[in-house]
Every structure is written in C-alpha cells, then in structure tokens.
C-alpha cells in the first residue's frame, strides 16, 4: 500500500468544540427567540409563536447549508475569477437594493420575494471576507504584501467601496463589521504597519470629513442625536431613549438568577422590538446575572476556538479567511452587547444566535459550517503530514 492510498483513507475531523458550541447558542438563542417574541407575536398576527417559526425555519434552512459548505473544500472558492465575480456582484447588487429594496424605518436594506424579505447585505458582507482573503493570499503569493501600492491601497479601496454602498443603505453597522474584519484580516496577512497606518489615516482624513457633512444633515443628524441619546438616555425617555431604557430596566431586574423563563415584563411592549438588537436584555431579565455569564462564557469559548481554527489554517488563504470571520462575529457580540448595556450608542447591531432575522441565521450558520470545514482541513493536512513523515522514516 503506497503513500496516495493512505491519504486517500483519511478520515478528517472538524472542531467539534466549535460546532457544539455554536449548537448550544443556537437552541439557547432559539428559546430566547420565542420568549422574547411571544407577546409582540401576538399582538400582531394572533399567533405567540410567528417570529419563532420563521427563525427556526431559517434555522434549518442555513443547518443544511452548512452540511453543504462544509463538504466542499474551501480551497476551490480560491480562484481570481470566482473572487472578481463575487466582487463585481456584491457591489452590483448593493447598488440595486437602494434603488429596488423596502424601506423601513428609513433604511433601505431588503428585498421582498413573495412572504420572505432577503437582505443581500448579509451575503455581501460574508463575500467581502471572500475577497480580502483571496487578494491577500495572491498579493502575499507573489511576494508583494509589503509594497503600500500594491497590497494596503487596493485592499482599503475595496473596503471603502463596499463601505459606501452600505451607508448609501443607512447600514452603518453593516460598513463596521466590513472595516472591523477587512482590517483584522489585513493586519493578519502581515502587511507593512507603517504604511497601514499612513494610508489608514489618509483614508481617515477623508472618511472624517464625509462623516462630519453626513452627520450635520439627514440621516447622519439621527445618529448624532442616538449619541446624545446615548450620554443620558433618562433626559430622552418619553422619545428616542426610551428603548435604552427599558433595556437597562430590563438587564438590572434580571438580579442574581433572573426572574425565570417566559417571565419577562419588559417584554410585553415596554421594549419596542424585544426580538431584535435589544433581545438580549430580555435574557438578562429571564435567567439574571449566571445565565448571562453562562452565554458569554460560550461566546468566548466559541470565539477563541475560532481563532484556533484560523492560526492552524493549512494554507494562508484559509487563515485569513477564518479569521475574517470570526473577527466579524466576535465585533457583532461585543457591539450588540456594548448597545444593551449603555456602553456606546444604538448601532443596529443583532446579536448572533439571538436576534430575528432569517437572512443572518442563515449567514452565520453557513460561516459555522465554513470554519469546520477549515478546521476539518487542517486535520487532513496534520494526518497527511503524519503519513508522509511515518514513509520517510520507513
């Protein structure tokens, strides 16, 4: 038996820790889901158990997404043609949705197919971590991830652009989660920090001054007033602070244990959208101080598994990718749970496993079933290496 029919035997094994966990939080985000929705379900359709259904239908379908991803090497998506493509259409279809999209509550971000609402921004950011990862790979593959021209510029460029078409949505958070992991998955990559730097801030000087016009007008006036809003909510809590409110009220009755399942008083139309960005606070208030060291423990846990997974990546393209993803995931936590507690200002920002939305779930699963793939890759790799050693020495 020669050495190509032992590696064609082996028998890889993802992270199992990394997908346990992520099982956990879901069926724990799932539960909260339908507690925290129930009464405003309710009201609305007649139905307690509306927006639960649609999550878990969503559920399942990213579940077999993710069976999907993670039976196809991660490797092959590593094609010029395939990364231009994807650009091209991300950018395309972004554009399309500010033209073509619903509006609701002045933001521009679905499209609606029959009874689903999609929102492509979901798609759009995961593909943006396809891309950045891809020019790293080929930038560093031809030795020239140093040169400023020929590898910071063009990367911040395509960031900036995907950035803009988000804000152009009303979708800040969106182009936050973009520059958060563009940037982690650069840095990673082992850019020149120098000129990072220099270029980032020349980026900056720019993005300062559009953000300064943007927030003395428009949209961007609403987003000033969310930082005021922010500084003391209590002086705004008959109009826009009123939501915060009722999260901090929310999050300081939970106590020590809670006050139990299905109990939540915030919840019964107190908290405006109990479903969404501010669910967590109806978790803190149903299972209190030790329910919610418990999640974030799990969500620490999952994080650094992740980070693992990136650092023992077979390939540079496999790592910059893993921890483009988790670097988007663990900005999304920490935000979401940042806004809950008062700590900055309302960005919009969902908790992962935990807020409503169909499009995200499926997203985020398809990203759980990515990185086991990676993971499940550098196994293959480590048993290769094992065999190949075992032959040499034979």
């Not at 724990?28 to 129930?38: E, M, P, V, Y």
């Not at 990862?133 to 910071?152: D, M, P, Q, R, T």
């Not at 900055?344 to 935990?354: A, D, E, H, K, S």
């Amino acid at each position: 038996m020669n050495i190509d029919s032992n590696k064609r035997k082996i028998k890889a094994k993802p992270d199992y820790s990394f997908i346990i966990a992520s099982g956990v939080l879901f069926l724990i985000g799932i539960i909260t889901l339908l507690s925290a929705s129930a009464p405003k379900a309710l009201a609305e359709s007649g139905n307690s158990y509306y927006y639960f259904t649609r999550q878990l239908f969503f559920g399942v379908i990213g579940i077999i997404g993710a069976i999907v991803v993670y039976n196809i090497d991660y490797k092959k998506y590593n094609k010029k043609q395939i990364l231009i493509f994807l650009y091209i259409l991300m950018v395309v279809v972004s554009i399309m949705v500010r033209f073509i999209g619903k509006e609701t509550k002045g933001a521009v971000r679905w499209i609606k197919v029959g009874p689903i609402q999609i929102q492509p921004s979901e798609f759009v950011k995961v593909g943006m971590l396809f891309v950045t990862a891809g020019f790293c790979f080929y930038v560093h593959k031809n030795g020239k991830l140093k040169e400023a021209k020929n590898s910071i510029i063009p990367l911040l460029l395509i960031l900036i652009m995907a950035g803009v078409t988000f804000i152009t949505q009303n979708h800040m958070s969106a182009a936050i989660l973009i520059a958060s992991a563009g940037i982690a998955q650069i840095l990673i990559a082992g850019v020149n920090y120098t000129s990072l730097i220099t270029s980032g801030l020349a980026i900056l000087a720019v993005g300062g001054t559009a953000a300064y016009s943007v927030l003395s007008s428009g949209s961007g006036g609403f987003r000033g007033q969310r930082i005021e809003v922010w500084k003391n909510p209590f002086d705004y809590i008959k109009g826009a602070g009123w939501q915060i409110v009722q999260s901090l009220y929310a999050v300081g009755s939970g106590g020590l244990f809670g006050e139990g399942l299905g109990d939540s008083k915030q919840k019964q139309s107190y908290i405006p959208e109990p479903q969404n960005d501010f669910i967590f606070s109806i978790f803190s208030e149903e299972w209190g101080f030790i329910g919610v060291v418990v999640v974030i423990a799990i969500f620490i846990f999952l994080i650094w598994r992740g980070v693992l997974i990136a650092r023992n990546a077979p390939d540079f393209f496999g790592k910059i990718l893993a921890i483009g993803i988790i670097s988007m995931f663990s900005c999304q936590v920490i935000i979401n749970l940042a806004v809950v507690s008062n700590l900055i200002p309302v960005t919009g920002m969902p908790l992962p496993f935990f807020s409503y939305g169909g499009t995200a779930l499926v997203v985020l699963l398809l990203q759980i079933g990515l990185m086991a793939n990676i993971s499940k890759e550098s196994d293959r790799s480590i048993k290769e290496k094992e065999i190949k050693k075992k032959y040499l020495n034979c």
